[in-house]
């Protein structure tokens, strides 16, 4: 909807300033509660499909066959492979457990964006977004930890555990604040 405007400053006809009012947030406490409660519901149904051909599909189609594409089309003398769960090379490959996948980040944005009052669209829409560059990032994750392995292993532990996990983290929470902020101000 278009809104009439007079010297380009937009003004409301009558009857639609309670229309377009700012939700108000959810009290403090429900929103900790959905957001606990929905990452606790993804996290257990995610440890109840280990083993199976969910878990095969999100590590070996979504995680491992993307990140040995890449590093094919980056550094094909690597000659890497996807093996299951893993991504073999001569020279030095990586294993993707659970947990490698990057499923958390994206349960906690999940959480996150059920926990706020946003409409309906910008909802999706940031979710989706939101998951896209996750998953970006976890490949980058994926490829910076291979490389590192494979030429710099006295670094690849401080990476693995510490460094990488609290970019991700920092860079999808920038993401929701950017998302959350935006929406404030439309």
Same mark, same amino acid.
């Given at each position: ?13 009558? #009857? +639609? ?12 406490? &429900?929103?900790? /509660?959905? %957001?606990?409660? @929905? ?53 030095? #490959? +990586?294993?993707?457990l ?9 349960? &906690?944005?999940? /959480?996150? %964006?059920?926990? @706020? ?18 998953f ?5 994750r ?15 532990d ?29």
């Open positions: 909807m278009s809104l009439p405007a007079h010297n380009d400053l937009p003004y409301l006809p009558d #009857g +639609l300033c309670d229309t377009l009012q700012p939700q108000t947030p959810y009290p403090l406490w &429900l929103t900790l /509660a959905i %957001f606990l409660g @929905v990452f606790a519901v993804l996290q257990g149904s995610w440890y109840e499909a280990r083993g199976t051909w969910i878990e095969r599909l999100v590590i070996h189609e979504a995680t491992v066959k993307p990140a040995a594409a890449i590093i094919q089309l980056i550094t094909p003398e690597a000659k890497a492979q996807p093996v299951a769960a893993s991504i073999k090379a001569p020279g030095g #490959g +990586l294993n993707i659970n947990g490698c996948e990057g499923t958390e980040i994206m349960f &906690l944005l999940v /959480a996150a %964006f059920s926990a @706020v009052r946003l409409g309906w669209q910008q909802r999706l829409t940031g979710l989706a977004l939101g998951l896209v560059l996750v970006a990032l976890n490949q980058a994926i490829l910076a930890l291979f490389y590192t392995f494979r030429n710099e292993r006295s670094l690849f401080l990476l693995h555990t510490t460094v990488l996990p609290a970019v991700l983290i920092a860079t999808v929470a920038l993401y929701f604040y950017a998302v959350l902020h935006r929406s404030r101000l439309a």
